[in-house]
RNA sequence: UGGGAAGUAGCCAAGUGGUUAAGGCACGGGUUUUUGAUACCUGCAUCCGAAGGUUCGAGUCCUUCCUUCCCAGCCA
């Protein structure tokens, strides 16, 4: 990871080290917190909310709680609360003993109504849903105040006090904040503070059936629990009027304040939770942790490290613009993570046969392959080499073209690990494909130097045929073709990519793969970094997923010479 | 068109009136290399949305304009 202590501070830094040095914070210590709402399954958007709220908190030696923002209970499901605990802790953050409910609050939201009410600060409104729209204004006309606003403080607390017991069907009533219906901020035109909603809840069961809605419950659940920094995304801008009018409630004691950042948007990603629901219901993927889903489980089922992940957020910063970050920034995260830490293994993955001519037919040698050039510490395996081997199609070439130096007839090339080989000649089908490719190999050459020290410019990765394992590998590319979208037809199934998952039944694999686990960072030599599917995989039934290729300039060069 | 925000390179992002406008990704060139990977070196904004103005001096201050995003749930 790169210097944390030369990256400049962030606005949000700024502020609570200003505030840190101003005495501003009770006990100096800084309480934040990540508060999703348990309706759907954490996505990279929210990586960086969960980074910027514990790392702060990590950063200032603070403490940041985790809260589930429970106050809907008809989209939410205690499966939600599950995952998202889970995807916190595999990012390697902990909220200890800091885990809250916004429904833990709801005696003392109502407590807080109900003063309002008597203050008359609060009215019970009788509008339905649609009327409520109509008195509401638009964008650019003021609001008109409900006939209820005025109804006598004794009937609003009749009124809300049946609504809590049960006797109005839902729609009927609402609890509003009386605040200006003319306010050129639409938030602030009498937002309603409870609703009426027959649901069960995954808490709370039965117990309620009225529900506090967000700028009431967030605020006052962000001062009940000492929060310092409340840190939210920029869409919430024009609720922070309703939130400090929360927070200024008479008897709340304890004032924090909320501070907006820009989402993160990554180009060829959708982040959409009713969109990516779509994929989901749709079997266009094969859940919500198909690999090649945006979401927390999806990333660590492909691959993706936590490690990686965090320091991409850290590299995109945290500012209020709101911009679209290049896919190509969160791959080189990944990339250069896994490299440090990958363990090295030679698959094949479009076999074609090298046969050593010069090579004893049922001799065995092993050699040893370093598990990681990057950590010497990583140790090796071994590796079997045969007579017959499987090499990459791509690696020989009948005809070469400029620039080429892999395998063709009459060129050497060094087979990693082993020994320099030349090819010789093919043997072909009826059809003109090459079934298989001759060679000899050079014995001085053992281990891949010669004694002469003669250079060869192509190194290539191979797999005995007898000697390997067959195993599925699942290659993964983005789900997306557009950096947006939907943007050019204005449906985003329409840039769906059709070649985002392109499956190998039968790759070649040296052995000593059927070790890896789910969660053991891989990387097939020059092919890409790969994990165990967490889901398919077994010792019977290897299965590989992709999580990102490695940089290949040879491809690229290939495109530029129009191949 | 009301209100709230934001505009610095292809993409992020520092910069808070004073040398030639940090850094990363991407991209280009090169060196090393038993991964055409990695690593390393190197190039890449006479210019800060635009136009005026203040100033000895402006990306930074002022004015006007332009563009983009968010808000009219009894969602969060």
Redesign the pocket.
């Known amino acids: 990871m ?1 210097n944390k202590e030369e ?5 949000i830094e ?1 502020i609570i080290e200003d505030d840190l040095k101003a005495g501003r914070v009770p006990n100096d210590t800084i309480v934040t917190r990540f ?3 348990p ?1 759907g399954y954490l996505h990279i958007g929210h990586i960086k909310s969960i980074c910027i709220n514990f790392g702060l908190a990590e950063k200032y030696n603070g403490i940041c709680h985790l809260r589930l ?1 429970d ?2 209970p ?2 939410e499901d205690q499966e939600y609360i599950d995952s998202i605990k889970s995807d916190i802790h595999w990012l390697g953050f902990d909220w200890g003993k800091h885990e809250y409910y ?1 429904s833990d609050y709801y005696d003392q939201l109502y407590q807080i109504a109900l003063k309002l009410i008597k203050e008359g600060k609060a009215y019970v ?5 649609e ?3 109509e008195y ?5 006309e003021p609001g008109k105040d409900s006939p209820d606003r005025n109804r006598p403080i004794e009937e609003n607390l009749d009124l809300f006090e049946r609504m809590k017991n049960g006797e109005f069907p ?5 609890l509003r904040a009386k605040i200006d219906m003319k306010s ?4 602030m035109r009498d ?2 503070l409870y ?3 027959y649901a069960d809840h995954p808490r709370t069961g039965k117990k309620w059936c009225i ?5 009431f ?2 605020p006052i659940s962000d001062a009940i629990e000492g929060i310092t920094h409340s840190i939210c995304t ?7 009027p309703a939130y400090d009018w929360a927070t200024s409630i008479d008897g709340i004691d304890h004032t924090p304040h909320q501070y ?1 950042f ?1 989402r993160l ?1 990554i ?1 060829y990603l959708l982040m959409s939770k009713r969109k990516l629901l779509y994929l989901v219901k749709n079997n266009l993927v094969s859940g919500w942790d198909d690999p090649r889903m945006p979401t927390v489980s999806g990333i660590r089922r492909r691959g993706y490290s936590p490690e990686a992940m965090k320091d991409f957020v850290s ?12 896919y ?2 969160m ?2 995260c990944v ?2 993570d896994l ?1 440090k830490r990958a363990k ?1 293994l030679m698959a094949v993955l479009d076999p074609v046969k090298l046969i050593i001519d010069n090579y004893p037919e049922g001799k065995i040698e092993y050699f040893e392959a370093e598990n ?3 950590d010497p510490e990583a140790g090796t395996h071994k590796v079997a080499f045969t007579r017959e081997l499987y090499i990459e199609r791509e690696d020989f070439m009948e005809n070469p073209v400029k ?4 395998l063709y007839i009459g060129n050497e090339v ?1 087979l ?3 020994y320099y080989v030349t090819a010789t000649s093919v043997e072909k089908d009826t059809e003109g494909n090459i079934t298989a490719i001759h060679a000899t190999y050079d014995p001085e050459s053992k ?3 010669t004694p002469d020290g003669r ?1 060869v ?5 191979w797999v005995s045929a007898s000697e390997c394992i067959s195993a599925e590998v699942r290659q993964y590319d983005k789900l997306f073709k557009a950096e947006n979208p939907g943007a050019a037809t204005g449906n985003y199934l329409d840039d769906l990519n059709p070649d985002s998952l392109i499956i190998i039944r039968d790759a070649k694999i040296e052995k000593e793969a059927a070790t890896a686990k789910p969660g053991d960072y891989l ?1 097939f ?3 890409g970094y790969y994990m165990a599917d967490s889901r398919d995989s077994s010792p019977e039934h290897l299965v590989f997923n992709r999580t990102v290729t ?8 290939k495109q ?1 010479m129009g191949l």
């Not at 509401?136 to 650019?140: A, D, S, V």
């Not at 050129?184 to 938030?187: T, V």
């Not at 410019?457 to 990765?461: A, L």
């Not at 490695?550 to 060069?557: A, E, H, I, N, P």
């Open positions: 790169e990256r400049p501070l962030n606005f700024k508060p999703p709402e309706n923002d106050t809907n008809e989209k916004a409104d009788s509008l339905s849903a009327q409520m729209k509401r204004g638009t964008l650019t839902e729609g009927t009533y609402t050129p901020n639409i938030n937002p309603a609703r009426i909603k529900y506090p809605m967000y700028d419950t967030h920029l869409e919430f801008e024009d609720h922070r907006e820009a948007n180009n590299r995109v910063g945290v500012a209020k613009v709101e911009g679209v970050v290049d190509s920034l791959e080189f990339r250069e490299n090295r990681n050039p990057e620039g080429y130096h892999r060094r990693k690990h082993a281990g891949g130097t250079k410019k192509g190194t290539s990765h990387q030599i020059r092919n490695l940089k290949d300039s040879w491809s690229k060069m530029k």
